[in-house]
């Protein structure tokens, strides 16, 4: 079902059920990984380092972030369902997914994004 996005000038924009979502892990400076899910990784980590308003609190004053991988998915349910599992992975776990880039049949992607 497309998800409709009425801005103040009255237009209406359609979201394409065929968007795609993505997982993504980044590093704080602390060490500590952490995993969301966006359908825009270059505004969400823009958000996370403070760039631009937003973000997540977990992230707040934690920065330099280096982003370590992402991975693209057909949709949010998806996306959410990883997201809980990688959530849930120890850390060594998560550093072997990083290490070789692959969470199950997905690749990492992030050269894509620049990252």
């Not at 057909?74 to 992975?89: R, T």
Request: contains cysteine.
């Amino acid at each position: 079902m497309a998800q409709s996005i009425t801005a103040n000038t009255g237009n209406t924009h359609q979201r394409s059920v065929n968007t795609p979502w993505y997982l993504y892990m980044v590093e704080n400076k602390l060490g500590h990984i952490y995993t969301g899910i966006t359908t825009d990784p270059e505004r969400r980590i823009a958000q996370h380092k403070g760039l631009i308003k937003g973000g997540a609190k977990a992230l707040k004053g934690k920065s330099p972030l280096t982003v370590k991988a992402v991975f693209e998915l057909e949709d949010k349910a998806q996306a959410a369902k990883l997201e809980y599992a990688v959530k849930q992975m120890s850390r060594p776990k998560k550093d072997e997914i990083i290490r070789i880039g692959q969470l199950n049949e997905l690749v990492c992607i992030k050269s894509v994004f620049g990252y």
